[in-house]
């Protein structure tokens, strides 16, 4: 334990040098760096964790090794021995293969059904899903809300006073590794593109959209979706899956709201 803390402060002082001589002089490459340092404490965490999983079956290896030779002075110990390589084999596949797999692999629930939630209360001003007021001002009006994709940081609707529209938006994922964000960015808008969004009034359509590429060089990347539906009041019903930078966070949202256009503003209502 002592030898991986050693190894962590040398990458981090290793990484300060560099920005601190001007080998890092810009903010894209200092995220970049930062990014590597990242992997870099990734990988020593996985070498640490395949040594403890090596000095859990060695006291299995030393056992098997004694009742072996215990087999031929008593036949019962031959069942207990059947048992005892079942729980090894099991052991030894679980821990070799399928615990890096789920820590760094690990998919997120499908957030499509919550989307069809929100979207079914869309002609409504999602008055239906609307909670209590949390923000006010002269132009917007912020509210929390009841329903919420499961692992979601935060989820609000806000009201737009003038031109008069909602938003539903959700914060996903949040975090200072680019490559994760980027990788879970890239996993919500495979969930939604191509899925098919059924209303209130039981009419159904797919929803689709181009994906924008992100850059670690770039602050953000937008992928917005709509709807192949031949109804008008659907036209402007706008899904979109965000990956922004805020210092020292990348953060990943999906909202759904109304591409207002010019011609096309509802009149102000007030609730």
């Known amino acids: 334990m002592t030898f991986l803390v050693e190894m962590i402060k040398h990458e981090r002082i290793h990484l300060l040098k560099n920005r601190s001589a001007g080998l890092i002089n810009c903010e894209g490459a200092f995220r970049k760096e930062f990014s590597q340092f990242l992997k870099n404490i990734r990988l020593k965490l996985e070498v640490c964790y395949t040594h403890f999983c090596e000095l859990l079956l060695f006291p299995f290896l030393i056992v098997i090794h004694y009742y072996r030779s215990l087999i031929r002075l008593n036949p019962k110990i031959k069942n207990l021995m059947k048992h005892l390589f079942t729980l090894l084999f099991i052991f030894s596949a679980f821990t070799i293969n399928a615990q890096p797999k789920l820590s760094l692999h690990k998919s997120s629930p499908s957030i499509k059904p919550v989307i069809e939630k929100v979207a079914r209360d869309y002609y409504q001003n999602f008055n ?3 909670g209590d007021t949390v923000n006010k001002n002269g132009t917007t009006i ?3 809300s ?8 935060e989820t609000s609707i806000t009201k737009y006073v003038d031109p008069y529209s909602y938003t539903w938006q959700t ?6 590794d680019y490559n994760a964000a980027a990788a879970k960015y890239k996993e919500y808008f495979h969930q939604l593109n191509n899925c098919t969004l059924t209303f209130y009034d039981k009419t159904s359509y ?3 959209g181009n ?10 990347a937008s992928s917005i979706l709509q709807l192949n539906a031949t109804n008008h009041d659907l036209e402007l019903f706008k899904v979109e899956v965000a990956l922004n ?3 020292p966070s990348w953060t990943v949202k999906v909202m759904i709201y109304e591409k207002i256009a010019d011609d096309k503003i509802r009149p102000t209502i007030l609730n």
């Open 171 to 176: 914060t996903m994922f949040e975090s200072e």
């Open 146 to 153: 009841k329903i919420s994709p499961e692992g979601a940081l």
């Open 245 to 247: 930078y805020s210092m």
């Open 211 to 220: 994906y924008d590429n992100p850059d670690e060089d770039r602050a953000f």
């Open 206 to 208: 797919k929803l689709v």
């Open 142 to 144: 912020e509210f929390t």
């Open 128 to 130: 239906n899903i609307k």
